[in-house]
């Protein structure tokens, strides 16, 4: 049985869903002022992940995931690019799907987008001042009384007076408590804003989730996600306001993923630490940032460097060499050995525990090395259940030449080693030359063939010598 941590009670749990065989999961998306970063890379890799698993394991699948494309930082940098903010969340919507089409992540079931449920908002700010639960501040600006909600800081594990501690308040808010957070506020001179009971103005950023997720996914759910940043305040706001709303718990699941870090700080555009998904995959193919974002547990720090990234590179190539010489089975079922299809669904199932299920894939790919020349049936079905395994993590969905022989993903960023690398030779080249040194090798001309391989190794070229010919792929 699959095996959650949750982050509301700090502990595994046996996961069952409201329905037996459907789950329905929400996972705060990106707020699209500017690229997306590895940081952003790992919450929808991970929850992609998530999503594979669950329909892996028969589960049919609801999922949702938002945009927020109304906010202070999409109005502030619209101002700074003189740009219409609808035109700039349209250009970076645009960059976030291409990056993450690229990543191999899988389109949620429901996308909504904060500035399309406003009636939504505003119906909730509503019935939550009606209930006592809201107030009007001296500014115009809605807030909520956490002060009325007496589990308040509960996903924190924290009492209200020690949340208060230290919480600052900006100098134009006017709140009753300094943990009242805001639900609707003004819009100020050449703001955009929508009309609403209060006035001209917009959602504040806690209050678009609870209605986006409740407008997709109902009253109550089986998964609420995203990053541990946003367990407090905003998930804890996402609480309050819901269940203040409805009258009852509205999650039954919080799942959170650790940080990315870079130079032991949190990867974060507010401090400009970070790297973009654009960058990296300029260096690195995309199923290698999926392994390396794999190869630490969710629930942990991921450390960002590039020899992490080379690592996990040389790993998922070793996968990879393992089957260039396997055939695909067409229209045939393959059943996974046992052994291996338990205890890869074992460590999945422990609160999807990938470093485990990747070792076990590691451990596969030796196996089928070692069967390859002893008994290539078995190496062949082996093969076969290592690709079958690897569909739930995204990976091994190209073919081992395509992977092998990729080039880098552009010419703009690329590093000086890659860059002339890939200017120095392409594949019509390689081919060339690898049939230059078979036909030196035939004529026993041994210095001419050495001569080649050596040549084409400074170019970052590996030359494999097999039973069928002479193979090629590219070290870096």
């Known amino acids: 049985m699959l095996r959650i941590f949750n982050s509301m009670t700090s502990k595994k749990e046996p996961f069952q869903p409201i329905d037996p065989r459907k789950v329905r999961m929400y996972v705060c998306g990106i707020t699209v002022y500017d690229y997306c970063h590895i940081g952003h ?40 690019n003189n740009e219409n903010f609808q035109n700039l969340t349209a250009r970076f919507i645009k960059a976030m799907d291409e990056d993450l089409g690229k990543l191999g992540v899988l389109r949620p079931t429901y996308e909504p987008r904060a500035t399309e449920a406003i009636d939504d908002i505003i119906n909730m700010i509503k019935k939550l001042i009606n209930k006592g639960f809201a107030y009007i501040g001296v500014g115009g600006d809605v ?3 956490v002060s009325c909600f007496k589990d308040y800081g509960r ?76 367990k407090f305040p905003h998930h804890e706001n996402e609480i309050a306001q819901s269940e203040a709303f409805y009258g009852h718990r509205h999650v039954n699941v919080w799942m959170h993923n650790g940080f990315v870090q870079l130079n032991q700080e ?30 630490s547990h969710y629930r942990g720090p991921l450390n960002y460097g590039e020899a992490n990234l080379d690592q996990a ?14 055939p695909i089975v067409q229209d045939v ?52 259940s290592l690709r079958r395994l690897c569909n739930p ?20 960023n690329l ?15 390689i081919n060339v030359l690898v049939a230059e040194r078979t036909a030196a090798r035939r004529a026993r001309n041994w210095a001419e063939a050495d001569r080649i391989r050596i040549s084409l190794h400074d170019s970052g070229i590996v030359l494999e010598d097999t039973v069928q010919g002479t193979i090629w792929r590219r070290r870096i």
Request: with cysteine; glycine share 8%.
């Open 41 to 80: 890379a790992r919450v929808m890799v991970f929850f992609d992940i998530v999503i594979r698993w669950l329909k892996h394991q028969g589960y049919d699948v609801i999922y949702a995931r938002n945009i927020t494309d109304i906010d202070d930082k999409i109005i502030q940098h619209s101002q700074k």
């Open 143 to 145: 807030y909520y009384d």
């Open 155 to 230: 996903l924190a594990n924290k009492k209200l007076e020690d949340l208060r501690a230290g919480f600052r308040v900006g100098v134009e808010e006017y709140k009753v408590d300094p943990l009242d957070f805001v639900l609707w506020k003004m819009a100020k001179a050449g703001e955009p804003g929508w009309s609403s009971p209060w006035g001209v103005g917009r959602p504040g950023w806690h209050i678009e989730c609870s209605a986006m997720s409740a407008r997709c996914l109902g009253e109550n759910f089986d998964i609420h996600g995203g990053g541990i940043d946003l």
């Open 266 to 295: 949190k990867m974060s555009k507010s401090t400009g630490n970070f790297f973009t998904i654009k960058e990296v995959l300029q260096y690195y193919q995309p199923e290698v940032v999926r392994l390396f974002i794999l190869s």
């Open 313 to 326: 590179r040389e790993s998922l190539t070793r996968l990879y060499m393992t089957l260039r010489s396997i």
């Open 333 to 384: 079922k393959v059943e996974v050995e046992e052994v291996w299809g338990t205890r890869f669904a074992n460590a999945m199932n422990d609160d999807f525990n990938t470093p485990e299920a990747l070792a076990i894939l590691f451990e596969l790919a030796r196996e089928i090395n070692r069967l390859r020349y002893k008994n290539p049936e078995a190496a062949f079905s082996l093969g076969a």
């Open 393 to 412: 993590l995204g990976l091994l969905q190209v073919s081992p030449e395509k992977f092998l022989k990729w080039s880098g993903g552009g010419q703009d």
């Open 415 to 429: 590093t000086k080693e890659l860059a002339v690398a890939v200017e120095r030779i392409d594949d019509q080249q």
